[in-house]
């Protein structure tokens, strides 16, 4: 080639090279650096009030915030949110988000972050662990009000007249599962005349909330109530009955929890009697912690949201479509 043209070939090769050739730089590169890294571990997708929550993390912990979050769904495996979590310090993110699957088994990689100095906030159900220093704040709701809440609604209801029960739970060992079933423990011991006739986990799910009301009903099991520990198991187990021509709300009456909006249009409708309310929308509360602790300041280690229950009187449409989820 020729070497006059060679000279400024070569300035212009380079003069591109700097303006678009390395990655690492440009105002862009620069806004993402300052984004505060979250890295979420989610139970999983089993429930609206989930799906609800996971959104309220997305949005709350946006780019246009500030933020750049990592979300793991477990699957509702604590095996995989343990993983996910190792990925997290890995990755070295600036803070790690839990909403446990179940209280028990996080010690050692709870152990594992503080050892890589990342802050741990907990949120939704809460962890057992001997050392509270493991994580650095909690927020959820009080799953055993919320128990009580709803047998508070049975009681007012049936009284001492006989009541026979059937309980779908929740995943075992989870806060939300053992909140719930220790209040319907106690309105059981209160009651000699309530009878429960059945008790097993649905996991949270429709589909299994469903098969379990069938398998009953196959069986000519007969009952008064349904205590379902969250919507989802609710919806599943009125698909039950009324497959078998039962009507919800009439011939059985079904108590559940979360107060999801399809739930409270079925309060309207009649199929389910009452609804306790558990909160997803987390992502708000979480940004507020994690600004705390940017600017120094101590969160409160323990936050219980504030929650209420519904039932047909009072309740209207705009009011349901004011609660956001
Ligand atoms: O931990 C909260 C519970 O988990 C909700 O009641 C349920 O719907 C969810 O899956």
């Known amino acids: 080639m020729n070497r006059r043209l060679l000279?400024?070939?070569?300035?212009?090769?380079?003069?591109?090279?700097?303006?678009?050739?390395?990655?690492?730089?440009?105002?862009a590169q620069d806004a993402e650096?300052?984004?505060i890294v979250v890295g979420f571990s989610q139970v999983g997708a089993e429930s609206d009030w989930r799906k609800a929550n996971t959104l309220s993390m997305q949005t709350a912990l946006s780019p246009e915030n500030g933020f750049r979050l990592i979300l793991d769904d477990?699957?509702?495996?604590?095996?995989?949110?343990?993983?996910?979590?190792?990925?997290?310090i890995n990755q070295g993110v600036d803070y790690i988000v839990l909403a446990p699957t179940t209280e028990r088994g996080?010690?050692?990689?709870?152990?594992?972050a503080k050892a890589a100095g990342i802050p741990v906030i907990i949120v939704d159900r809460m962890i057992e662990v001997a050392d509270t220093g493991l994580f650095t704040c909690w927020i959820g709701s009080d799953f055993r009000k919320e128990g009580d809440?709803?047998?508070?609604?049975?009681?007012?209801?049936?009284?001492?007249?006989?009541?026979?029960?059937?309980?779908?739970?929740?995943?075992?060992?989870?806060?939300?599962?053992?909140?719930?079933?220790?209040?319907?423990?106690?309105?059981?011991?209160a009651h000699p005349q309530w009878q429960l006739i059945f008790r097993a986990s649905g996991d949270f799910t429709q589909a299994k909330g469903q098969e379990l009301v069938e398998v009953l009903l196959r069986e000519g099991k007969a009952f008064d109530l349904i205590y379902s520990e969250n919507d989802n198991m609710a919806y599943g187990a009125i698909d039950a009955l009324k497959k078998a021509g039962l009507?919800?709300?009439?011939?059985?009456?079904?108590?559940?929890?979360?107060?999801?909006?399809?739930?409270?249009?079925?309060?309207l409708s009649g199929e389910i009697s009452f609804d306790v309310?558990?909160?997803?929308?987390?992502?708000?509360?979480?940004?507020?912690?994690?600004?705390?602790l940017e600017?120094?300041?101590?969160?409160?280690?323990?936050?219980?949201?504030?929650?209420?229950?519904?039932?047909?009187?009072?309740?209207?449409?705009?009011?349901?479509?004011?609660?956001?989820?």
Not at 247 to 267: C, N, Q, Y
């Open 149 to 189: 809440a709803a047998v508070a609604w049975m009681d007012a209801r049936f009284g001492d007249a006989p009541l026979r029960i059937v309980h779908l739970q929740g995943n075992i060992g989870s806060t939300a599962q053992i909140g719930r079933t220790d209040g319907l423990d106690a309105g059981l011991a």
């Open 74 to 88: 477990a699957q509702q495996k604590q095996e995989k949110q343990i993983t996910a979590i190792r990925n997290f």
């Open 277 to 292: 309310e558990c909160n997803p929308l987390h992502g708000p509360r979480v940004r507020s912690m994690i600004e705390q």
């Open 295 to 325: 600017k120094g300041e101590t969160p409160p280690k323990f936050t219980y949201v504030e929650e209420t229950a519904f039932e047909r009187d009072g309740l209207t449409e705009d009011a349901i479509a004011a609660r956001g989820y």
């Open 106 to 112: 996080w010690e050692t990689v709870l152990m594992e």
């Open 7 to 27: 000279i400024p070939m070569l300035l212009l090769v380079s003069l591109l090279l700097t303006a678009c050739g390395n990655p690492g730089t440009g105002p």
């Open 247 to 267: 009507r919800p709300g009439e011939d059985v009456k079904t108590v559940s929890f979360d107060a999801s909006s399809t739930a409270l249009h079925m309060i």
């Open 33 to 35: 650096k300052s984004l």
